[in-house]
C-alpha cells in the first residue's frame, strides 16, 4: 500500500529529469498499453530493483503530459498484474490539469529472487527490455546465498554474546548465593523436622520434597532417588520451509482456496495452481509436484513443467523445479488443463499437491495436500 498518493508537483519533478533510468520510464500511451508489455516492464524494473512507470506523459525532453486512455479501471488492472506475476503493483489515476496519468509503482524484487514473465527474465538494456542471460540470474540467485550467509553469521554471533552474558549472569548469581549463605548462623543440618535456608520444605509429607527427589516407572511404582535437575532450557532449531498448496487467488487474504468451481470448456478445464511459504525458514533448490486423479488427463503439456520420472506415475504427475520460495511468498503460479474422468460424468475431481526442497520436511509421497474441483453442471458440455 502507498504511503501517501502521487502529487502533480511529483509528476512535474519526474517529468524534469535529464533522462530515463532504470528506475523511471515515461510511455504516451494516450489511447492504449499492450498489456503484456506492461508486464514485462514491471518484471523489468523490478529486477533492477523497482521504480515508476508513467503512462500519459512522452518519454522525450519536455515531456508534455498528453493524457492516456489505457487501463480504465485500475482495480482490475492491479488484480490482473498481481495474478499474472504474484506480486504487487500500486497503481494510481492522476489528473494533471493537462490529462489523466496513470502511475505504477513497481517494487523491488527480494533478494536472490529474481521475477519472471512465463519463463523469462526481464532487465532493462538501455530504452529496451532484454531477457536475462543464464549468468545473470546465478549472480542474483548468489546474491541471496550470500545475504542468508551473513544472517547466519549474524545469528550465531548474537548467540554467541547472548551465551556469554547469560555465562556471566549465572556466575554472578553462584557467588551472591555463596556469599549469603556465608551471612547465615549455622544451625543443625537439614532433619525432616528442621527446614534450613537451603532447603526450605524439609517437612516429612511435603509433596514437593518428595517429587524433587523421587521418580516413578511405567507402573507408577517408585524407582531410585535422582538429583534435582533444572529445567530444559530452549533448544536452537533451524528455520524449516513449509509450503501451502492453494488454487490461484489475487486477494492473498483468501489463502488457502481448496476447493473451486470451473467450467468445462471443449472437453477440458482449466485452472491455475501456487503455493505458498508459511514456514520460518526459505524452500530452496526444490520441485513443485503435482498429480491429477488417475482417470484423469491433461489436455495440453503445463508450461515450465515436466513429467515424473517414474514412468508408472509419469500421465498424471508433473514437477515443477524453483530455486527459492522466501517464507510468506507465494510460488509463481501453475496452468493446469485437466480432461476430467470420462463418462459417466464425475462433477468433481482431485488434485494433489507435495513438494521436495532443501529447508524443507522430508518428502512423504503418500501425503498430498489435495485440491478440488467442481465441474459447473450448466457448463458440462455432453455428447449427442
Excluded at 207 to 216: A, D, L, N, W
Amino acid at each position: 500500500m502507498l504511503s501517501k498518493p502521487t502529487t502533480i508537483e511529483q509528476i512535474d519533478a519526474w517529468r524534469a529529469a535529464k533522462s530515463e533510468t532504470e528506475h523511471l520510464e515515461f510511455k504516451e500511451a494516450k489511447n492504449q498499453f499492450d498489456s503484456e508489455s506492461l508486464l514485462e516492464y514491471c518484471v523489468a524494473m523490478a529486477n533492477e530493483r523497482g521504480g515508476v512507470l508513467l503512462l500519459g506523459i512522452a518519454n522525450r525532453p519536455p515531456r508534455p503530459v498528453v493524457g492516456t486512455n489505457a487501463f480504465r479501471n485500475i482495480v482490475k488492472t492491479t488484480e490482473d498484474i498481481f495474478f499474472r506475476l504474484h506480486f504487487r503493483v500500486d497503481v494510481e489515476e492522476v489528473q494533471h490539469p493537462d490529462g489523466r496519468v496513470l502511475v505504477f509503482h513497481i517494487p523491488s524484487r527480494p533478494d536472490g529472487h529474481p521475477y519472471e514473465l512465463d519463463g523469462s527474465y526481464y532487465m532493462r538494456s538501455g530504452e529496451s527490455l532484454v531477457a536475462m542471460t543464464t549468468d545473470q540470474i546465478k549472480q542474483i540467485i548468489a546474491e541471496g546465498r550470500s545475504s542468508t550467509r551473513r544472517g547466519t553469521v549474524i545469528a550465531l554471533a548474537s548467540v554467541f554474546i547472548l551465551g556469554m552474558f547469560g555465562w556471566l549472569w549465572v556466575k554472578y548469581q553462584d557467588a551472591e548465593h555463596n556469599s549469603r549463605q556465608h551471612d547465615v548462623v549455622l544451625a543443625p543440618g537439614p532433619t525432616e523436622t528442621h527446614p534450613t535456608y537451603d532447603n526450605p520444605t524439609a517437612d516429612v509429607g511435603h509433596p514437593e520434597q518428595k517429587s524433587s527427589t523421587e521418580t516413578h516407572d511405567a507402573t507408577g511404582a517408585p524407582s531410585k532417588k535422582v538429583k534435582n535437575q533444572a529445567p530444559d532450557k530452549g533448544i536452537l532449531v533451524n528455520p524449516q520451509a513449509e509450503l501451502q498448496f492453494s488454487f490461484h487467488t489475487v486477494d492473498p487474504s483468501r489463502f488457502p482456496i481448496l476447493e473451486m468451481d470451473a467450467p468445462l470448456i471443449d472437453g477440458a478445464v482449466t485452472v491455475e495452481i501456487t503455493a505458498l511459504n508459511k514456514g520460518t525458514g526459505p524452500a530452496k533448490h526444490g520441485w513443485l509436484i503435482v498429480t491429477i486423479c488417475n482417470e484423469c488427463r491433461y489436455a495440453e503439456e503445463p508450461q515450465n513443467m515436466v513429467p515424473a520420472p517414474d514412468a508408472q506415475i509419469a500421465t498424471v504427475v508433473r514437477e515443477r523445479p524453483f530455486d527459492e520460495i522466501y517464507p510468506g511468498t507465494i510460488a509463481v503460479g501453475m496452468k493446469l488443463k485437466v480432461i476430467p474422468p470420462a463418462p459417466p460424468y464425475d462433477t468433481n475431481f482431485l488434485i494433489g499437491g507435495n513438494y521436495a526442497c532443501e529447508g524443507c520436511p522430508p518428502l512423504d509421497p503418500k501425503k498430498l495436500q489435495m485440491l478440488k474441483v467442481n465441474v459447473v453442471k450448466w457448463l458440462l458440455k455432453r455428447p449427442e
